[in-house]
């Protein structure tokens, strides 16, 4: 991975940042959606610059299926054409979540069997992988670095640096469509054993793993990271 890279892209946010990542990484690089509440803005901007960029949707077999419904709507009104849907293995499900309630038990365990294993299976021979996650939302997320090295590969934020407001008001200027459960009270959408209604625009996860100390599934934890770029927000 070469660093000096990287310095093209300092300062850059957003659309700015996603399109010469996929210039730069053509065929290299893979986005990663939930399909959740926020997820239409960033999935926007890659299908601005490339449609046929691969789009990763870790299908836990837990999703609300209304998740389901407003991926195929997104995939649809976004003319994305490289869905890839990743499910976990079915070995290790038998093995390990036989009854399907494992993240009743052990909601670690769980979320590594149903999404860390899987991508990092999909992310297989991508030099680059993009996701939408925000300061915003706090928690370990509060210090989230634009650019950063992951397990080799470089890992790309566009929306680190915006708010709420800045998600709403992008939505609203592209006429991009709500995911159906933010109108009766979800701000942040995950599996549905994991995900209450509830949370504020200032505190959007309050409603994920609610009453435990959980904050993240673990799909973005890498033991050999480290960030190479913090650019300004503009
Ligand atoms: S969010 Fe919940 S249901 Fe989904 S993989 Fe993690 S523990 Fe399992």
């Given at each position: 991975m070469d660093s000096a890279l990287f310095e093209t892209y300092a300062g850059l946010e957003g659309r700015q940042l996603v399109e010469p990542v996929l210039r730069d990484f053509a065929g290299r690089?893979?986005?990663?959606?939930?399909?959740?509440?926020?997820?239409?803005?960033?999935?926007?901007?890659?299908?601005?610059?490339?449609?046929a960029t691969p789009v990763?949707?870790?299908?836990?077999?837990?999703?609300?299926?209304?998740?389901?419904?407003?991926?195929?709507?997104?995939?649809d009104r976004l003319g994305l054409t490289a869905l890839r849907?990743?499910?976990?293995?079915e070995a290790h499900l038998a093995a390990e979540d036989p009854d399907g309630a494992l993240h009743s038990r052990n909601a670690d365990a769980c979320c590594r069997i149903r999404k860390t294993i899987p991508l990092q299976k999909a992310l297989a021979g991508f030099d680059a992988v993009i996701s939408g996650?925000?300061?915003?939302h706090g928690a370990a997320r509060a210090t989230l670095d634009f650019l950063s090295i992951s397990d080799g590969r470089l890992k790309v934020e566009p929306l680190a640096g915006f708010s709420a407001l800045d998600i709403q008001g992008y939505?609203?200027?592209?006429?991009l469509p709500p995911h159906?459960?933010?109108g009766i009270?979800?701000?942040?959408?995950?599996?549905e054993p994991c995900t209450a209604p509830g949370g504020t625009a200032a505190q959007p996860r309050a409603g994920r793993w609610a009453g435990t100390s959980k904050t993240e599934c673990g799909i973005h934890w890498s033991h050999n990271g480290r960030a190479i770029s913090q650019p300004a927000r503009n």
């Open positions: 690089t893979a986005v990663v959606s939930s399909f959740g509440a926020e997820s239409a803005v960033l999935l926007h901007m890659v299908a601005s610059v490339d449609r990763i949707f870790l299908d836990t077999g837990k999703h609300f299926w209304e998740t389901l419904s407003y991926r195929a709507k997104l995939i849907i990743v499910s976990p293995d996650r925000k300061r915003y939505m609203a200027t592209h006429g159906p459960l933010t009270g979800y701000y942040s959408i995950g599996c």
